[in-house]
């Protein structure tokens, strides 16, 4: 019986043609093909400017220095998220102020209350749930509007953040191996972006400090070939999803997740009932399905407690949420019955607990 992993790339022959087709160019970065992704990922998306980085973490970083955070600034963004999205705001000296969730979108709560001057928010769509822009640029209209869509690329957008991250880790939408972008409209933004990547350089004179978070060219092969498959890699996470929603409607001790029409799906995050989770989990496990958790809340961490003194209770609905959620397997590759054994391997234990 093959094991299943929560997240896994998909990588086809056409993928290996072309990093293969770099590596006997004569371009390995700075080329033709970082252009030719940038262009790819910008026209999709609809927005104007893509600028490529080395990681998800480097093109948030990028977005918090072309807002313009430093030192003395405050950043709002959501409890729960992976601790790339905060540490970035750390990163430029300012710093992060959270909030706690909708458990109706698993996001960040559009009707958070604060009472800070902040020059950015920073919304997640967290597991790819749609985020609803007005709603958050509604929470302090004069602050600059970073969507960190690392679970999001794909969306149907009728409303754009000022800008907004992506990353191309192996478990994301699309991958280049490790990688990121920051998309954007506003030229503005662009050009510090550019220059930021780049030592901070503009026209061979450093102007600024800035970080070599450039992206190669193979990297950028891989990318540009596999957004080829997107909107294939996009309909087969829908339809698995859809999938489990059926197959787990209904069993005892679980919360199916939110869905909506614009979801992306980049992971299924399940809740289980009465401290069952980590049962659960084990179980799978031993049945070589391997489940994992999205996310323990960043304040929460150590380094979270001891710099900015939170604690257990301060976001109530994204620590109730950690408890119980767990993220099943979910990526194109899988099969049709790699979802029902994950199904009938959950319903196998909630009823062997219900006999117990």
Request: proline share 4%.
């Given at each position: 019986?093959?094991?299943?992993?929560?997240?896994?790339?998909?990588?086809?022959?056409?993928?290996?043609?072309?990093?293969v087709?770099?590596?006997?160019?004569?371009?390995?970065?700075?080329?033709?093909?970082?252009?030719?992704?940038?262009?790819?990922?910008?026209?999709?998306?609809?927005?104007?400017?893509?600028?490529?980085?080395?990681?998800?973490?480097?093109?948030?970083?990028?977005a918090?220095?072309?807002?313009?955070?430093q030192?003395?600034?405050?950043?709002?963004?959501?409890?729960?998220?992976?601790?790339?999205?905060?540490?970035?705001?750390?990163?430029?000296g300012?710093?992060?102020i959270?909030?706690?969730?909708d458990?109706?979108?698993?996001?960040?709560?559009?009707k958070?209350?604060?009472?800070?001057?902040?020059?950015?928010?920073v919304?997640?769509s967290?597991?790819?749930?749609?985020?609803?822009?007005?709603?958050?640029?509604?929470?302090?209209?004069?602050?600059?509007?970073?969507?960190?869509?690392?679970?999001?690329?794909?969306?149907?957008?009728?409303?754009?953040?000022?800008?907004m991250?992506?990353?191309?880790?192996?478990?994301?939408?699309i991958?280049?191996?490790?990688?990121?972008?920051?998309?954007?409209?506003?030229?503005?933004?662009?050009?510090?972006?550019?220059?930021f990547r780049?030592?901070?350089?503009?026209?061979?004179e450093?102007?600024e400090?800035?970080y070599n978070?450039?992206?190669?060219?193979?990297?950028?092969?891989?990318?540009?070939s596999?957004?080829?498959?997107?909107?294939?890699?996009?309909?087969?996470?829908?339809?698995?999803?859809?999938?489990?929603?059926?197959?787990?409607?209904?069993?005892?001790?679980v919360?199916?997740?939110?869905?909506?029409?614009?979801?992306?799906?980049h992971i299924?995050?399940?809740q289980?009932t009465?401290?069952?989770?980590?049962?659960?989990?084990?179980?799978?496990?031993?049945?070589?399905?391997?489940?994992?958790?999205?996310?323990?809340?960043?304040?929460l961490?150590?380094y979270?407690?001891?710099h900015?003194?939170?604690?257990?209770?301060d976001?109530?609905e994204?620590?109730?949420?950690?408890?119980?959620?767990?993220?099943?397997?979910?990526?194109?590759?899988?099969k049709?019955?790699?979802v029902?054994?994950v199904?009938?391997?959950?319903?196998?234990?909630?009823?062997?607990?219900?006999?117990?």
């Amino acid at each position: 019986m093959k094991k299943l992993s929560y997240g896994r790339q998909w990588i086809n022959d056409d993928d290996i043609a072309e990093v293969v087709r770099i590596l006997r160019g004569d371009w390995l970065t700075m080329g033709p093909t970082v252009e030719a992704f940038e262009k790819k990922l910008a026209e999709y998306v609809g927005m104007k400017h893509a600028i490529t980085f080395s990681s998800g973490t480097s093109a948030l970083h990028g977005a918090m220095n072309a807002a313009g955070l430093q030192e003395g600034d405050y950043a709002l963004t959501t409890a729960l998220t992976f601790a790339a999205t905060s540490n970035s705001i750390i990163y430029t000296g300012a710093t992060p102020i959270f909030a706690d969730i909708d458990p109706k979108t698993l996001c960040l709560n559009t009707k958070t209350r604060i009472t800070k001057p902040v020059r950015a928010i920073v919304p997640v769509s967290f597991a790819g749930y749609p985020l609803d822009i007005k709603a958050y640029r509604a929470i302090a209209p004069e602050a600059i509007l970073i969507e960190d869509a690392s679970h999001a690329l794909g969306h149907d957008r009728k409303e754009f953040a000022d800008m907004m991250t992506l990353s191309f880790h192996p478990v994301k939408h699309i991958t280049t191996g490790e990688g990121g972008a920051v998309l954007t409209n506003n030229d503005e933004y662009a050009e510090r972006l550019l220059r930021f990547r780049n030592h901070g350089m503009y026209q061979k004179e450093m102007i600024e400090l800035g970080y070599n978070y450039r992206l190669s060219e193979i990297h950028c092969a891989l990318g540009l070939s596999q957004m080829n498959r997107l909107d294939e890699f996009i309909a087969r996470r829908r339809e698995l999803a859809a999938m489990y929603q059926k197959q787990l409607s209904g069993v005892e001790n679980v919360i199916l997740p939110p869905e909506h029409e614009n979801h992306l799906w980049h992971i299924y995050a399940l809740q289980v009932t009465n401290n069952l989770r980590d049962e659960l989990s084990e179980y799978l496990r031993e049945h070589d399905i391997n489940p994992t958790t999205h996310y323990k809340p960043v304040p929460l961490h150590k380094y979270y407690r001891e710099h900015y003194g939170y604690h257990d209770g301060d976001f109530p609905e994204a620590e109730k949420y950690y408890e119980q959620e767990i993220s099943l397997p979910l990526y194109p590759m899988m099969k049709d019955e790699d979802v029902k054994r994950v199904a009938e391997t959950i319903k196998e234990f909630m009823r062997r607990k219900n006999n117990s």
